[in-house]
């Protein structure tokens, strides 16, 4: 019975690992503009897909080895740009302007770029390279796989030198300064456009390192990568607390945990509700979120009224 818990936990773990980074993608692009990208998942499926579609064009020439190395580099370098043309042509120009335009331009974006990884490879499912195979190994009646521990390694790794970054370098001082109040970030001359241009890019290669270590995960990516990784990160930034990085890591592993324990209860038909109704209850007891402030839904609402 304890070794079934345990095992539950570290798989729990596994996962909210990489719904931990998916959310802080989302926290730092809702943090700094506040503004709700629809898109954000369909940015790392476009990773995804090119990471595929280069195992399927280089998988007989490369070493098995190498091709997953480059396969995360192109994931990540992939979703980065991705973003970077989402920023550009649905928030940029409408960053004076009213945040619905904003949002409603990135869901007709998210369509796009659906529709283009659909072309890329148009088979529903893809092969996606792992790093390696390895054989699971056997602790004391826990399995340990290989995936569990890549995923912790690098989401750890991911997320002690964001926080380095937002803590003591001169860009994560201007980033929290500007989510503080673009006014005080402007009056200290801080460049606000940059800034948040940076933080969108930040953001999309945050999330495209989650994505790696989900479809390294479960060896493949599909069209419906991008609403799952949107709808996950999106669940794990509410539970966490808006624009709060630490709520963002908190809340993916918390939803990590319930689907864990969900799934080994009751199967995996009611994971899915069990992370609603952790959500739900959250937000009713409280509506900013885990580590949010009351003051996020009167600055939000404030804000509607300029």
């Not at 539950?8 to 993608?25: E, K, N, P, R």
């Not at 503004?35 to 990773?47: C, I």
């Not at 953001?203 to 069209?223: K, M, N, R, Y």
């Not at 669940?235 to 607390?241: H, N, T, V």
Request: with cysteine; proline share 4%.
């Amino acid at each position: 019975m304890l070794i079934d818990v345990l095992q539950t936990l570290i798989d729990g773990l596994s996962a909210g690992a990489s719904y931990a980074l998916l959310g802080v993608g989302f926290t730092l692009m809702f943090g700094v503009m506040r503004r709700l990208n629809l898109s954000y998942g369909a940015t790392l499926m476009v990773g995804g897909y090119l990471g595929a579609l280069l195992a399927a064009r280089a998988g007989g020439v490369l070493p098995g080895g190498v091709l997953a190395v480059l396969a995360a580099v192109v994931t990540v370098a992939g979703a980065t740009l991705a973003g970077l043309y989402v920023e550009r042509l649905c928030f940029a120009p409408l960053r004076e302007r009213s945040r619905v335009a904003a949002m409603v331009s990135s869901f007709a974006v998210w369509m796009q770029l659906e529709a283009l990884a659909t072309l890329l490879l148009p088979l529903h499912t893809n092969p996606y390279p792992v790093p390696f195979d390895l054989v699971p190994i056997d602790i004391a009646g826990l399995t340990v796989r290989p995936e569990h521990v890549l995923t912790f390694a690098v989401a750890a790794c991911a997320a002690l030198l964001l926080h380095r970054m937002l803590a003591r370098s001169r860009f994560g001082l201007a980033l929290r300064t500007l989510s503080d109040s673009e006014a005080a970030a402007q009056a200290v001359g801080i460049d606000a456009h940059r800034t948040a241009l940076l933080a969108f890019l930040l953001a999309s290669a945050v999330g495209g390192i989650g994505a790696w270590l989900v479809l390294a995960a479960d060896q493949q990516v599909t069209p419906m990568f991008g609403m799952w990784s949107t709808l996950k990160g999106l669940i794990a930034m509410m539970l966490g607390g808006l624009g709060s990085v630490r709520g963002a890591i908190v809340g993916g592993l918390l939803l990590g945990l319930v689907e864990a324990c969900g799934q080994a209860l009751y199967g995996p038909q009611v994971r899915e509700l069990l992370a609603y109704g952790l959500l739900f209850l959250v937000l009713v007891v409280r509506p900013g979120g885990l580590y949010g402030r009351a003051e996020v839904e009167l600055d939000l609402a404030a804000r509607e009224r300029l």
